[in-house]
């Protein structure tokens, strides 16, 4: 029988750090400066909620620059009557 505890909706430090392919180190880092996901420490243990992770991710999400609109200096016109 599978017993779901409140936890189970929780990550790790390391399991996190592993997901996203980074160290516990730098997930420690993001914490001191605020930079991470949420959080919620019990005793010494970091939990990160699963939801919330995923949320703080999409919430980085960017959308990916066009070609065209990167800026070398020059506009298209000044580059077309060289």
């Known amino acids: 029988m599978n017993t ?10 390391t399991e996190l750090a592993q997901q ?3 160290t516990a180190r730098t997930l420690r880092t993001w914490r001191r400066q605020r930079l991470g996901p949420p959080f919620v420490v019990i005793g010494r243990d970091v939990k990160y909620r699963k939801d919330a992770v995923a949320e703080w ?3 980085r999400e960017q959308n990916p ?4 609109t990167r800026s070398s200096g020059r506009s298209k016109n000044a580059r077309a009557k060289r």
Request: aromatic fraction near 4%; proline fraction near 0%.
């Open 4 to 13: 779901i505890t409140a936890l189970d909706e929780y990550v790790t430090d």
């Open 57 to 59: 991710l999409r919430s």
């Open 20 to 22: 996203l392919g980074r």
């Open 65 to 68: 620059v066009m070609e065209n």
